[in-house]
């Protein structure tokens, strides 16, 4: 299949983040299709790649695949394939075991902080899954071997064991969400935000101004953005969750909102 680079005004774009991912994706479609191999970006929010897709109506075709490593992955990697079928899998699975008792549940920042004082770029990381024997990292292959040998303590445990597994070795648990009914005066993002994680709006402007708020993994700077159903919001240092449904309006004209916490 012949790949042709997507014309795109990038005057219209302010984002350097989204110029440069929509560049490299332009950049990797016509290499692709040069050179008939397959090229793989590093990891992205899956929810920010949808997000930035839509926003500038990019086209996806059947040689655009999407690659976390499991199905249900929010981080992943972009694939561009100059053939329909089998593609290659750039990604690998690290098993890691703590292998002494813990008094402290290990959190994913733990093993994310871990990694990265090794001095690799978070970009190098897919999703970290914490269990209860410790944690399933998923990386780009590269580093892989780079990680297991280097990677001596998580925290203050040093007694560790690292493996590299299969995919049908895996044995994840379903995600458990919590259901929360609430009611909103509007759903502007700061209200739906403030009514959820129980915040003022002082507060919940100024983590909007810090930059720790995102909606649909976008960066969120104006806190009047209104929002819909089955949008994802984030707000870091408190949680995730979905706008799952939109209801009626209460007898005081408020409206009812049903969201799902991860």
């Known amino acids: 299949m012949n790949n042709n680079a997507i014309k795109i005004n990038w005057a219209n774009i302010s984002s350097e983040e989204e110029k440069l991912f929509l560049k490299l994706l332009n950049e990797y479609t016509i290499k692709s299709d040069k050179r008939y191999q397959e090229c793989f970006t590093d990891f992205y929010e899956k929810e920010w790649i949808h997000a930035i897709l839509d926003k500038h109506k990019y086209p996806i075709t059947d040689n655009f695949h999407l690659l976390g490593g499991y199905s249900t992955a929010n981080r992943v990697v972009v694939c561009i394939s100059p053939y329909e079928g089998p593609i290659d899998n750039p990604i690998s699975i690290l098993r890691i075991d703590i292998k002494t008792g813990f008094n402290k549940a290990l959190t994913h920042r733990d093993f994310l902080g871990s990694i990265l004082g090794l001095g690799i770029d ?14 399933y990292i998923f990386v780009i292959d590269e580093i892989a071997e ?117």
């Open 122 to 135: 978070r970009s190098k990381i897919g999703d970290i899954i914490v269990t209860d024997f410790g944690a």
């Open 146 to 262: 780079y990680i297991r040998y280097n990677l001596t303590k998580i925290s203050r445990y040093k007694q560790i064991e690292i493996s590299i597994i299969n995919d049908d070795e895996l044995d994840l648990q379903p995600v458990e969400m919590t259901e929360l009914f609430t009611v909103v005066t509007s759903l502007r993002f700061d209200v739906v935000l403030c009514s959820v994680f129980r915040i003022s709006r002082e507060k919940c402007n100024k983590l909007v101004k810090a930059e720790r708020a995102k909606l649909n993994g976008i960066t969120v700077t104006n806190n009047s953005t209104m929002v819909k159903e089955g949008d994802t919001f984030t707000l870091r240092g408190y949680g995730k969750f979905i706008l799952a449904n939109i209801g009626g309006l209460s007898k005081k004209n408020k409206t009812h909102i049903l969201v799902k916490k991860f």
